[in-house]
């Protein structure tokens, strides 16, 4: 494969250099900065003649505007393979650009990356492989024509101690078929074409937990949550104990510390006084659950085995 260098310089030269020229142009570049495309010059005293690659003509220039000194390196540099300055920047900016690209979506698994758009991501492992699902907002009616906006209905801690949630359904949508899914959760960029709504406050980057949901007359219920005045979950409730961490792009990673049990779950998002939103982001854990659809899978490259060495003849 050749360089990306080479390439690059490749596609200039061709932009720059009209197909009927005879002899691969050089440069002469001048003190401001700038160059003629030219596939041979003359001195002549005070002025340089040179024959125009782009317009197949002879013109001239003072001999006091050509940098003489830069002339000959960049055509030095050019017989020894050196790649051009164009070739160079804009292997730079490509190379800003897919780094600004990563920071947006991280790398969860060989191959697999989150979605620039945000979301709620479960990294799930179905026969082997890794594999991205989007959970969705279950409880309460969702417009589905703003994705990704969050719904928040939230239990008043004040007025009523215990409330419970429940939804529809002995089973979620999604199953994980591991025991330990990572959830990554990005819902604070706002998505293109969304409705404007008014400036909320800053909600803390790790207000969001998963909870075991109870089985209860082919529903499934999110518990009896108790909540103190300032937001906090008591530890008699069924939260899970997780681990978040901030990554870049505005994501952040919701880890069980112990693999869960097949059942229920869902994440959930405490808003502080506030108490709990009432919608929530519900899945399941059951190896034997069949795949689940619309799956982000890693980049066929990312997962291609090695090719083999070639065959050498016997002589």
């Known amino acids: 494969m050749q360089p990306f260098w080479l390439s690059a310089f490749l596609v200039l030269s061709l932009c720059l250099v009209p197909g009927n020229a005879q002899q691969l ?45 830069a002339t000959d390196k960049f055509e030095k540099d050019r017989e020894a393979g050196v790649p051009p300055p164009e070739a160079v920047e804009l292997e730079k900016q490509l190379e800003a650009d ?59 801690p004040v007025a009523s101690a215990r409330q419970s949630i429940e939804l529809p359904g002995p089973h979620a949508a999604i199953q994980a078929h591991t025991g330990l899914p990572s959830v990554y959760v990005n819902v604070n960029e706002p998505t293109e074409g969304a409705i404007a709504v008014p400036q909320q406050p800053e909600e803390p980057w790790d207000r969001f937990r998963i909870v075991q949901l109870q089985a209860k007359e082919g529903k499934r219920i999110v518990g009896d949550i108790k909540i103190n005045p300032l937001g906090k979950a008591s530890q ?28 229920e779950y869902a994440v959930v998002e405490m808003l502080g006084k506030d ?21 982000i899978k890693p980049e066929a490259s990312a997962t291609a085995p090695p090719a083999p060495p070639p065959k050498l003849d016997k002589r």
Do not use: C
Not at 246 to 260: A, E, I, N, Y
């Open 275 to 295: 108490g709990m939103n009432l919608y929530v982001w519900d899945f399941g854990v059951n190896s034997a659950a069949p795949g689940n659809a619309l799956v």
């Open 25 to 69: 142009s050089k440069r002469l570049i001048l003190k401001d900065g700038s160059y003629q495309l030219a596939t041979q010059w003359e001195v002549h005293g005070d002025r340089v003649r040179y024959y125009s690659a782009e317009r197949d003509e002879w013109e001239e220039v003072p001999n006091s505007m050509v940098d003489w000194p």
């Open 98 to 156: 897919r780094k600004a690209e990563e920071a947006r979506s991280p790398q969860v698994a060989p191959g697999l990356r989150l979605p620039q758009d945000g979301g709620i991501m479960l990294l799930d492992t179905f026969q082997g492989q890794p594999q991205l699902v989007e959970l969705q907002q279950s409880g309460g009616e969702i417009n589905r024509n703003i994705k990704h906006n969050i719904l928040r209905a939230a239990i008043n």
């Open 236 to 263: 008699q409730q069924k939260l899970v104990l997780t681990t978040a961490e901030q990554l870049t792009g505005g994501w952040v990673k919701v880890t069980p510390q112990q693999p869960l049990a097949p059942g």
